[in-house]
């Protein structure tokens, strides 16, 4: 249901356009708070206005906010390529394939793991937000490889402990550009939101404590294979830490990637496969190891560039 607001305009926003105003009073995107202009959703002072517009201290907003949007659901169906690794009474390991998110977020339309899941007859469990039930962990739509969903209520609650104690074993491997120096090293800089707000993410002062360990499988003449530990799990961590290195992962656009080497070897997304992961079994405490194969495109390109000569 939409909201009704009426303020005043505060002495802080005196002089601002009218669209950056909205943005600030309301935690709105400056495209977003346009939009609610143009739409006749905003009078300033009874009257409607334009989106650049400039305001004054203590003139009047009427304004028409929009409903927040309703949580996704998933949709139960077969997701074509993600593999069943491994499965029990309380935990499923998949091999998540190229453009598949992990579970239904606003504004993705794509499959997602939980769907393909429960379109295949397999049970999650149902803690957590409904939208992403047995969820422990995720990768990018973009990114493959291993991933664990819990299916048993206890093991949901023993998988989130482990990751968030950090006692899971996430492996990578990513093929970089160029070759880094020093060949082995660790990452450790915080990360968050862009300042750009435009979904990308970055290291940034005062963000969240992020750590990638990072050492040299091969080194080829335009790009280097790494194996890739994590220690945290931050959204987009491994791209934009070695985005920051000035080492961005092949076809990795978003952060920095030459799209001339991206076309070269065949990609069309970041060159990043969760190849293992490992974990104290939630049951059993079994310590379990799971591996994934690369799939077609990344294999590809990795022998594509261990054919260019030096």
């Given at each position: 249901?939409?909201?009704?607001?009426?303020?005043?305009?505060?002495?802080?926003?005196?002089?601002?356009?009218?669209?950056?105003?909205?943005?600030?009073?309301?935690?709105?995107?400056?495209?977003?708070?346009?939009?609610?202009?143009?739409?006749?959703?905003?009078?300033?002072?009874?009257?409607?206005?334009?989106?650049?517009?400039?305001?004054?201290?203590?003139?009047?907003?009427?304004?028409?906010?929009?409903?927040?949007?309703?949580?996704?659901?998933?949709?139960?169906?077969?997701?074509?390529?993600?593999?069943?690794?491994?499965?029990?009474?309380?935990?499923?390991?998949?091999?998540?394939?190229?453009?598949?998110?992990?579970?239904?977020?606003?504004?993705?339309?794509?499959?997602?793991?939980?769907?393909?899941?429960?379109?295949?007859?397999?049970?999650?469990?149902?803690?957590?937000?409904?939208?992403?039930?047995?969820?422990?962990?995720?990768?990018?739509?973009?990114?493959?490889?291993?991933?664990?969903?819990?299916?048993?209520?206890?093991?949901?609650?023993?998988?989130?402990?482990?990751?968030?104690?950090?006692?899971?074993?996430?492996?990578?491997?990513?093929?970089?550009?160029?070759?880094?120096?020093?060949?082995?090293?660790?990452?450790?800089?915080?990360?968050?939101?862009?300042?750009?707000?435009?979904?990308?993410?970055?290291?940034?002062?005062?963000?969240?404590?992020?750590?990638?360990?990072?050492?040299?499988?091969?080194?080829?003449?335009?790009?280097?294979?790494?194996?890739?530990?994590?220690?945290?799990?931050?959204?987009?961590?491994?791209?934009?830490?070695?985005?920051?290195?000035?080492?961005?992962?092949?076809?990795?656009?978003?952060?920095?990637?030459?799209?001339?080497?991206?076309?070269?070897?065949?990609?069309?997304?970041?060159?990043?496969?969760?190849?293992?992961?490992?974990?104290?079994?939630?049951?059993?405490?079994?310590w379990m190891t799971f591996t994934t194969d690369y799939p077609d495109d990344l294999a590809h390109a990795l022998k594509v560039v261990g054919e260019e000569s030096w």
């Open positions: 249901m939409a909201e009704q607001r009426s303020l005043p305009v505060p002495d802080g926003l005196e002089g601002e356009r009218l669209d950056a105003a909205l943005s600030r009073l309301f935690g709105l995107s400056r495209t977003r708070a346009a939009e609610l202009i143009v739409d006749g959703d905003v009078l300033v002072d009874g009257s409607p206005a334009a989106k650049s517009d400039r305001v004054h201290a203590g003139a009047w907003l009427d304004v028409t906010l929009p409903p927040p949007p309703s949580a996704p659901t998933p949709v139960a169906e077969p997701v074509p390529g993600m593999t069943i690794v491994y499965e029990d009474d309380d935990i499923v390991v998949v091999n998540k394939p190229i453009g598949v998110a992990a579970h239904p977020t606003t504004g993705w339309t794509g499959p997602t793991v939980i769907g393909g899941l429960l379109g295949t007859g397999h049970r999650v469990a149902t803690s957590g937000a409904a939208e992403r039930q047995g969820i422990v962990h995720r990768l990018d739509a973009n990114t493959t490889g291993a991933m664990v969903v819990a299916k048993s209520e206890h093991a949901y609650s023993r998988l989130k402990r482990a990751f968030k104690e950090r006692t899971v074993d996430k492996r990578y491997h990513t093929l970089v550009q160029g070759h880094p120096d020093p060949l082995r090293g660790t990452v450790d800089a915080p990360i968050d939101r862009h300042p750009a707000g435009d979904g990308r993410f970055a290291v940034v002062a005062g963000g969240k404590d992020s750590v990638t360990h990072y050492d040299t499988i091969e080194a080829f003449r335009a790009a280097s294979l790494l194996d890739i530990k994590l220690e945290t799990g931050r959204t987009h961590q491994i791209r934009v830490h070695m985005s920051a290195l000035r080492h961005p992962c092949v076809g990795d656009m978003m952060y920095g990637a030459d799209p001339t080497l991206a076309a070269r070897l065949g990609v069309s997304r970041q060159w990043l496969h969760a190849v293992s992961l490992a974990f104290e079994h939630p049951v059993t405490g079994e």
